[in-house]
């Protein structure tokens, strides 16, 4: 046998013991609760983390199997276009930060979508020119040129070691010979099914005949999705851009009267761009950079942060609270402003995540008492002298870690699936700013910066980070969430830095958020009724909320790996080896 079929063979053999491992411990899994009973051990060769077991063991196969953290994180990426196909995707856009083991460098992959070259300004403003949420969250208009096919290709093409088709194969084979619907699943399939109704496509991939999402434990097949992930594994990303995808897309555009062209795919490019850099209390803080706002937020409000002594506050005291909710109010207000496609108007990154931007921000926060929003204003940085997204962390013995965020934007997107591909689309195009002022469906308000233009790269709020001490991995994390990931990030960092936390502990204590805009503090349920009467005393309109993001984190302390699945989220896994 070649040395090729033998890998081939010892490849399968492995995602076939994994995937059995994936169904013995999904069975083990008692859904949402703040008891994770998933400890994964430390792990020296590598560790792998994601909200879809079947993914994550996909993952740790390929660490197995001699590929690096870029080579597992490709593989992940297209298997949970077909295990979690509410955020897992070919037909959305992302994020990826790699840092190289061997250089020590880091780069940020852009693999965002686009606005169509057809779209317009004012494309989802109706005759009174008010926003027409209908057009901007679920029809073909709110779709954006799908970015994850050429981002994926990307990174393996640069970074990675082993070829496509080896690393799309077990998205394939789940595609073509099924996956058993876990109980998540098929809840989330419920909740979205009004929005599928209007996409043959996705009602014949998705439910059966009677209209009903597959019972828990039914084999859900994707022949559709198969057949495009084969020509991606033939053609490379050229099948989705020019190929016989690309085709399929075109023609579906063509016939519901959507936007995007020939022109429009095979004009897409995924980025390398350089990532946002900052450091907290001698840690180095890597993170995304525009066309994400995540990076940029989450380096600001550190270095707010580091002004003041939160250790001694304690983890979630009101006083605590009360800081990180000023800070988080003066950044997403300055995200209203300032943040946008850097490709088509200047985004002063360097003076937002400058310490002495964040010392005169400090100046505006009162010790005592919450500031109304309402005279919260954004700042003018000088120049000095995400519901429903999926995020995964790979780390490899090689010093590699990936740090990937992706998203359909809403749970299956625009809930419309590109007949004969089993290709969902997302529906992206509702993260640009309508309209100045008019909330999108995370409650972000946007202004100029961020308007609706043909090729333009809407805002997104994904923060995949990965945090480094001299110059060695000390903390990768990501979530889902909307406006909430940069916050659920903030967190994480801060529970781990400042207060001392095991990674499990910092991803499963409870999180706060506050976005400026609406004047609210949202406080998750486990945090107790308490600390909401303390806060509102200090002026906060306290709103008590379900999960906060869903964090997947690994750490490496003393050159051990550590990995945290959130326990917000039901399918998790963290596995390392
Ligand atoms: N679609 C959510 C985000 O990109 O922030």
């Known amino acids: 046998m070649p040395a090729d079929s033998i890998l081939k063979y010892i490849f399968a053999f492995c995602l076939v013991l994994s995937l059995s491992t994936a169904a013995t411990s999904a069975r083990a899994e008692s859904g949402f609760s703040s008891g994770d009973t998933t400890k994964p051990a430390p792990s020296r060769n590598g560790m792998v983390v994601s909200e879809e077991k079947i993914a994550t063991l996909v993952g740790l196969s390929v660490l197995k199997e001699g590929g690096n953290a870029v080579d597992a994180a490709v593989a992940m990426g297209f298997a949970l276009a077909v295990t979690y196909p509410r955020a897992g995707n070919l037909g959305g856009g992302g994020f990826m930060l790699v840092h190289l083991g061997e250089t020590g460098r880091t780069v940020a992959i852009d693999y965002r979508e686009k606005a169509p070259l057809k779209a317009t300004r004012s494309m989802f403003l109706d005759e009174n020119g008010n926003v027409d949420i209908e057009r901007s969250r679920h029809s073909v208009y709110s779709c954006g040129v799908p ?25 394939i084979k789940l595609a073509e010979e099924g996956f058993s619907v876990s109980a998540e699943l098929r809840k989330s399939l419920l909740e979205a099914k009004e929005r599928m109704k209007k996409s043959s496509e996705g009602m014949d ?47 579906y555009m063509k016939k519901e009267g959507g936007l995007i062209t020939e022109r429009d795919l095979a004009s897409y490019e995924a980025l390398i761009r350089k990532p946002v850099t900052g450091s907290y209390r001698g840690y180095s803080i890597h993170s995304m950079p525009p066309p994400s706002s995540g990076g940029v937020h989450l380096i600001q409000m550190l270095n707010i942060l580091e002004r003041y002594p939160l250790s001694r506050y304690g983890h979630n005291s009101a006083r605590y609270i009360h800081i990180l909710s000023e800070t988080m109010k003066l950044a997403y207000a300055d995200r209203s402003k300032h943040l946008g ?136 994390t990501g979530s889902p969430g909307g406006s909430r990931i940069i916050t659920s990030v903030l967190q994480v960092i801060l529970n781990v830095i400042d207060h001392k936390m095991s990674i499990r502990e910092a991803v499963a204590a409870p999180r706060v958020h506050h976005q400026w805009l609406p004047d609210i503090l949202y406080v998750e349920k486990d945090a107790g ?12 309109e306290v709103k008590r909320t379900g999960p906060i993001g869903s964090t997947q984190s690994v750490t490496r302390v003393n050159g051990v790996f550590h990995g945290a699945a959130d326990s917000r989220h039901p399918g998790r896994l963290a596995q390392g080896y």
């Open 147 to 171: 970015g994850t096919v050429a981002g994926l290709s990307l990174a393996l093409e640069k970074y990675g070691t082993m070829p496509l088709e080896k690393v799309i194969a077990p998205a």
């Open 205 to 251: 991939v998705f439910f059966e005949n009677n209209g009903e999402p597959p019972r828990e434990g039914r084999i859900l097949r994707q022949k559709n999705l198969a057949w495009s992930l084969k020509e991606i594994s033939k053609n490379g990303s050229g099948a989705f851009y020019r190929g016989a995808i690309a085709k399929k897309i075109t023609d």
């Open 341 to 476: 496609d850097p490709d088509f108007s200047p985004v002063p990154t360097e003076q937002l995540i400058s310490k002495q931007y964040a010392k005169r921000l400090t100046n505006r926060i009162n010790p005592q008492k919450a500031t109304p929003s309402k005279y919260v204003k954004p700042g003018s940085p000088i120049p000095v002298g995400g519901t429903d997204t999926t995020h995964f962390t790979v780390a490899d013995r090689f010093g590699n870690v990936v740090s990937n965020t992706y998203t359909l934007n809403f749970a299956y997107g625009s809930g419309l699936a590109v007949p004969g591909t089993g290709i969902l689309l997302n529906n992206e195009m509702d993260d640009f700013s309508a309209k100045t002022g008019t909330p999108n469906a995370y409650g972000l308000i946007g202004g100029e910066k961020n308007s609706v233009a043909p090729g333009k790269r809407m805002l997104s709020s994904m923060t995949p980070t990965i945090v480094l001490k001299d110059e060695e991995l000390f903390l990768a």
């Open 529 to 540: 009724k308490e600390l909401g009467t303390k806060l509102q005393k200090k002026g906060y």
